[in-house]
T-cell receptor, first 113, second 113 residues
Framework: DQQVKQNSPSLSVQEGRISILNCDYT??????FLWYKKYPAEGPTFLIS?????DKNEDGRFTVFLNKSAKHLSLHIVPSQPGDSAVYFC????????????FGKGTKLTVNP | NAGVTQTPKFQVLKTGQSMTLQCAQD?????MSWYRQDPGMGLRLIHY???????DQGEVPNGYNVSRSTTEDFPLRLLSAAPSQTSVYFC????????????FGSGTQLSVL
């Protein structure tokens, strides 16, 4: 049973445009969400997170939106740059509870110059 | 600051062989974990530890053994390697608090023939 779903295996956008990566979750107990970025032959690195008490968190070019009623979050990258080309993982956790961070399968973003 | 260090980076085993993947962190993190990444499967938690002497199972623990004798080290042992254990393995650590971000090592590419 996949609790965190990233239904788009890949996404291709032009440099300068917006990239939108989507993530859905099924476990209503999840209340903290994180995005990680992974380049080939490297470990994932933390990008941005959001708590369920918020519906938006922004950090420079990266914004994460959370829609709790739809159990959906999205990562917006504006403007997209070729260096953003990577695999993006969505992850979810339960605050004050589980030690087990659950990851989605990832979306490979390609930003074309 | 080295962060999370994994060795070896690459390993080829024959079915039935045993080996230990090493992981060390120098950030004084209490929490450490092991993930495996397979194509189309995302990151799946194998085992984790919340401190020296304390370990617990993740989503896919079978065939793996862990121990935590020091805060710094969290080795992952493959008892009798199987082709299904061919994967990329990542060690990760974080500070106290379930919403602290995970820091990942650069990974170990393991092939079991």
């Amino acid at each position: 049973d996949q609790q965190v779903k990233q239904n788009s295996p890949s996404l291709s956008v032009q440099e300068g445009r917006i990239s939108i990566l989507n993530c859905d979750y099924t476990n209503s107990m999840f209340d903290y969400f994180l995005w990680y970025k992974k380049y080939p032959a490297e470990g994932p690195t933390f990008l941005i997170s959001i708590s369920s008490i918020k519906d938006k968190n922004e950090d420079g070019r990266f914004t994460v939106f959370l829609n709790k009623s739809a159990k959906h979050l999205s990562l917006h990258i504006v403007p997209s740059q070729p260096g953003d080309s990577a695999v993006y993982f969505c992850a979810a956790n339960v605050q004050g509870g589980s030690e087990k961070l659950v990851f989605g399968k990832g979306t490979k973003l390609t930003v074309n110059p | 600051n080295a962060g999370v260090t994994q060795t070896p980076k690459f390993q080829v085993l024959k079915t039935g062989q045993s080996m230990t993947l090493q992981c060390a962190q120098d950030m004084n993190h209490e929490y450490m974990s092991w993930y495996r990444q397979d194509p189309g499967m995302g990151l799946r938690l194998i085992h984790y530890s919340v401190g020296a002497g304390i370990t617990d199972q993740g989503e896919v623990p079978n065939g793996y053994n862990v121990s935590r004798s020091t805060t710094e080290d969290f080795p992952l042992r493959l008892l009798s390697a199987a082709p299904s254990q061919t994967s990329v393995y990542f060690c990760a650590s974080r500070g106290w608090g379930v919403n602290e971000k995970l820091f990942f090592g650069s990974g170990t590419q393991l092939s079991v023939l």
